[in-house]
Each structure stands twice: as structure tokens, then as C-alpha cells.
């Protein structure tokens, strides 16, 4: 079945691979008759809502280079991100927000968890004004959002437009365009002064609402609290919300860790979906839930260390979209009966990328930048628009 496929180190020389029993049951759910894991009740639950890509495929097999791939079409670090694209092509909605917003979270047991690198979100080449915003996980979501004491938002004002002055005397001198992101940037944090605060305030939230998020929704560096930011961000004008969360690395305690994982966004992921529609945002919001890889069908280790269970990564494996355009109740592609490899409409990472930027309104041929004597686009020179999951 492998036929030479690469993996990680921790089964490169493993010879003996156990195909793994199933850990969690899975049941048809809605009209569509979705498959879905009994870890993921709230998700079967909005079923008809959402299409099943499963047939996702990488050629990356460690998380940095999958990630970094996922998210820039390049494996190498230095290309700008899917939200900087994004933002780049459509500009901004808002002067109140960024048009790009990163939010990262991981479970309360603090297992397993891969390390989240700046340039999943940055810019790349392209100027710095379109590298994402990372929102903390405690305090202020934004540093420095507070004066400091003694300075009052007048005197902040003050300094900022003759900063301001110095810094356009240095653009016409030098023609840098990152003097003018500068400028920009330090406009943008005067006006997130008022705009955040509001933006983090729950208290107006129906209590229906907030408990269909889950008992996490207000705390800090949860996905549960994440999601309903990732709400609030695109009601107020942000083109792109980009949340991840750690520890889907199940090489050795599968058997706890997954259930665990699944509940942290199950709920959340299923009451963003909800919420969007009851607001009637979900037809012109694009809402994406996945992975950079999937996991083996094989056992890593022994069959006979229950206690131990696990798998490696990748090759193929399912993500789930809803609204934007996006065809509902469907399930597209299908991978072999082992859960290994495509076999039916595979799906790879820059068709994904080019099916995301038609959705939103972009070719992605013709989204380009020159840099350095050639004209660089998300996708390289690949992908096509996957037509079988659009509306």
C-alpha cells in the first residue's frame, strides 16, 4: 500500500504496520447523510450545512513545511500568506479593524502541542501592511492598546500626528513604502483603542448564544472564544480570520488526546456556522475547517500497546466547508478504503487555494506580485478551481 511513500522519522524504518482498529463510531446525519464521528456531535448535528472535501491531499510530511504549504503554497518560509493575499487583492473593509486578524489556542491540558511560527501569517514579499494581526491569548489582545499612565488620548494624538509628519518628510526623501505602512499601522492601533474594547465585550451576547459556543466561550487562548471573535471580527469589517489550535499530534496517546481535541472545537466550530446564518453573514462568509495533513491508516508502534496507540502523518484527508458559495448537504472526492490516498476527484493543496480565491471574487492566475525579476501568485503554477463544491 505504501509504495515508497515518505513519513516522519518516528515510522521511517518501521517495517510492521497494523492497520488501527477504530477508536470512535461514525453515524449518517441530516438529509445528506453525512459521515461523522461520534466525537463530533455538534458538527453531525449541522451536516446539511456543510461540504465534505475528502480527498485533500499533501506532499508534506512534518507539520512546519505542511502548515507553512497550507497556507502560502510554499513549503519554504518567506512567501506571503493566504490572508495577505487576500487582503493584498481586496483591501479593507475597515479602518476601524485589520483586514487580517490570527487568533491561536490550545487545549486546557496543555498535551501535545506544534509551535505556531510568525510566518504562517506574514506577509512574505508583499509590504508589511498586509501581514496579519496575532491577537493575544490574555491582557489587551493588542499590545500597547492601553496609554501608558499619565498620557491621555489627546496627548497620544498629538504625538502621533507629529510622528506622522516625520515619517511622510521620509517618505518623499526615500520612497519606502514601508515608511507609509508605518504611518498606517500607527493610525490603525490610535483607532483599535476604541474599536477593541467593544469588539471583546460578550456582555451584550444572548446567553443562548454564548452557551452554544460551549462553557469555554470567555476564556482567553480558547478555540471556543476564538470562534466568537472570528464572528464579531467579520461583522466589523475584517476580510480574514485565521485561527489555529495545537495538539492534533497523536503519535502515542490517540486513544485520549483525539476525544479531547474533538471536543475543544466541536461545539465552537458548529455554533460559528449557526451564528453566521442566524445573523444572515453566512452566504457572503467562507467558512473553512481542516488540517495540513491527515494521519496514517497504520499503527505507529505495537498493536499490543493499547495504552500507546497512534499515528504518523500524512497523506490524504477531509476538511469541511460552509457558506461563501460553497455547495451544501455535499461530500466530494473519497479516499481509498484504507483512508490512505485519493482515489476519487483529489483535491490538492493549491486547488484548494485557487477554489478559495474564486470564491471570493480573485483569479488565482492573475493575483500576482513581481518580486525579485518574476511574477509570484498563492498558487505557483498549479491548481485549478475544484467546480464540484461550488453552489
Given at each position: 500500500?505504501?509504495?515508497?511513500?515518505?513519513?516522519?522519522?518516528?515510522?521511517?524504518?518501521?517495517?510492521?504496520?497494523?492497520?488501527?482498529?477504530?477508536?470512535?463510531?461514525?453515524?449518517?446525519?441530516?438529509?445528506?447523510?453525512?459521515?461523522?464521528?461520534?466525537?463530533l456531535?455538534?458538527?453531525?448535528?449541522?451536516?446539511d450545512?456543510?461540504?465534505?472535501?475528502?480527498?485533500?491531499?499533501?506532499?508534506?510530511?512534518?507539520?512546519?513545511?505542511?502548515?507553512?504549504f497550507?497556507?502560502?503554497?510554499?513549503?519554504?518560509?518567506?512567501?506571503?500568506?493566504?490572508?495577505?493575499?487576500?487582503?493584498?487583492?481586496?483591501?479593507?473593509?475597515?479602518?476601524?479593524m485589520?483586514?487580517?486578524v490570527?487568533?491561536?489556542?490550545?487545549?486546557?491540558?496543555?498535551?501535545?502541542?506544534?509551535?505556531?511560527?510568525?510566518?504562517?501569517?506574514?506577509?512574505?514579499?508583499?509590504?508589511?501592511?498586509?501581514?496579519?494581526?496575532k491577537?493575544?491569548?490574555?491582557?489587551?489582545p493588542?499590545?500597547?492598546?492601553?496609554?501608558?499612565?499619565?498620557?491621555?488620548?489627546?496627548?497620544?494624538?498629538?504625538?502621533?500626528?507629529?510622528?506622522?509628519?516625520?515619517n511622510?518628510?521620509?517618505?518623499?526623501?526615500?520612497?519606502?513604502?514601508?515608511?507609509?505602512?508605518?504611518?498606517?499601522?500607527?493610525?490603525?492601533?490610535?483607532?483599535?483603542?476604541?474599536?477593541?474594547?467593544?469588539?471583546?465585550?460578550?456582555?451584550?451576547?444572548p446567553?443562548?448564544?454564548?452557551?452554544?459556543?460551549?462553557?469555554?466561550?470567555?476564556?482567553?487562548?480558547?478555540?471556543?472564544?476564538?470562534?466568537?471573535?472570528?464572528?464579531?471580527?467579520?461583522?466589523?469589517?475584517?476580510?480574514?480570520?485565521?485561527?489555529?489550535?495545537?495538539?492534533?499530534?497523536?503519535?502515542?496517546?490517540?486513544?485520549?488526546?483525539?476525544?479531547?481535541?474533538?471536543?475543544?472545537?466541536?461545539?465552537p466550530?458548529?455554533?460559528l456556522?449557526?451564528?453566521?446564518?442566524?445573523?444572515?453573514?453566512?452566504?457572503?462568509?467562507?467558512?473553512?475547517?481542516?488540517?495540513?495533513?491527515?494521519?496514517t491508516?497504520?499503527?505507529?508502534?505495537?498493536?499490543?500497546?493499547?495504552?500507546?496507540?497512534?499515528?504518523?502523518?500524512?497523506y490524504?484527508?477531509?476538511?469541511?466547508?460552509?457558506?461563501?458559495?460553497?455547495?451544501?448537504?455535499?461530500?466530494?472526492?473519497?479516499?481509498?478504503?484504507?483512508?490512505?490516498?485519493?482515489v476519487?476527484?483529489?483535491?490538492?493543496?493549491?486547488?484548494?487555494?485557487?477554489?478559495?480565491?474564486?470564491?471570493?471574487?480573485?483569479?488565482?492566475?492573475?493575483?500576482?506580485?513581481?518580486?525579485?525579476?518574476?511574477?509570484?501568485?498563492?498558487?505557483?503554477?498549479?491548481?485549478?478551481?475544484?467546480?464540484?463544491?461550488?453552489?
Amino acid at each position: 500500500m505504501v509504495k515508497g511513500a515518505r513519513f516522519s522519522t518516528m515510522t521511517g524504518g518501521q517495517t510492521v504496520r497494523p492497520c488501527l482498529p477504530e477508536i470512535t463510531k461514525f453515524k449518517q446525519y441530516g438529509a445528506s447523510g453525512a459521515w461523522v464521528s461520534d466525537f463530533l456531535p455538534r458538527t453531525a448535528a449541522i451536516a446539511d450545512e456543510l461540504c465534505f472535501v475528502k480527498s485533500m491531499f499533501t506532499t508534506q510530511v512534518n507539520h512546519a513545511p505542511a502548515i507553512c504549504f497550507f497556507l502560502t503554497g510554499s513549503e519554504m518560509p518567506g512567501h506571503p500568506s493566504m490572508g495577505s493575499w487576500l487582503t493584498y487583492g481586496l483591501g479593507s473593509e475597515t479602518e476601524e479593524m485589520p483586514g487580517f486578524v490570527v487568533m491561536t489556542s490550545r487545549d486546557k491540558e496543555a498535551s501535545c502541542g506544534q509551535i505556531f511560527y510568525d510566518f504562517y501569517w506574514g506577509s512574505g514579499f508583499l509590504p508589511t501592511k498586509f501581514q496579519g494581526v496575532k491577537f493575544r491569548g490574555q491582557g489587551d489582545p493588542v499590545l500597547y492598546l492601553s496609554n501608558p499612565d499619565g498620557l491621555s488620548r489627546e496627548s497620544r494624538r498629538a504625538s502621533l500626528d507629529d510622528l506622522a509628519k516625520l515619517n511622510d518628510l521620509t517618505l518623499k526623501e526615500f520612497g519606502d513604502p514601508e515608511v507609509s505602512t508605518s504611518i498606517a499601522l500607527y493610525e490603525m492601533a490610535y483607532k483599535m483603542q476604541t474599536s477593541v474594547p467593544e469588539l471583546t465585550d460578550f456582555s451584550k451576547e444572548p446567553q443562548k448564544v454564548l452557551d452554544s459556543y460551549g462553557p469555554d466561550v470567555k476564556r482567553q487562548r480558547s478555540f471556543a472564544y476564538n470562534c466568537l471573535m472570528a464572528r464579531r471580527l467579520v461583522e466589523r469589517g475584517t476580510r480574514f480570520v485565521q485561527l489555529l489550535h495545537a495538539g492534533w499530534d497523536q503519535h502515542r496517546n490517540l486513544n485520549t488526546q483525539l476525544k479531547v481535541q474533538c471536543t475543544d472545537v466541536d461545539a465552537p466550530s458548529a455554533a460559528l456556522v449557526s451564528d453566521l446564518k442566524r445573523l444572515g453573514r453566512l452566504d457572503d462568509t467562507l467558512v473553512i475547517w481542516g488540517g495540513e495533513f491527515g494521519r496514517t491508516p497504520f499503527l505507529q508502534g505495537k498493536i499490543e500497546d493499547v495504552k500507546s496507540w497512534g499515528r504518523d502523518h500524512p497523506y490524504v484527508f477531509t476538511l469541511w466547508m460552509a457558506g461563501g458559495g460553497i455547495k451544501k448537504g455535499a461530500s466530494y472526492g473519497a479516499s481509498d478504503d484504507f483512508g490512505f490516498a485519493p482515489v476519487k476527484d483529489a483535491v490538492h493543496v493549491h486547488d484548494l487555494q485557487a477554489t478559495i480565491l474564486h470564491l471570493l471574487g480573485l483569479d488565482h492566475t492573475k493575483l500576482t506580485f513581481r518580486f525579485q525579476g518574476r511574477d509570484f501568485r498563492l498558487t505557483d503554477v498549479h491548481g485549478s478551481v475544484v467546480k464540484g463544491v461550488l453552489a
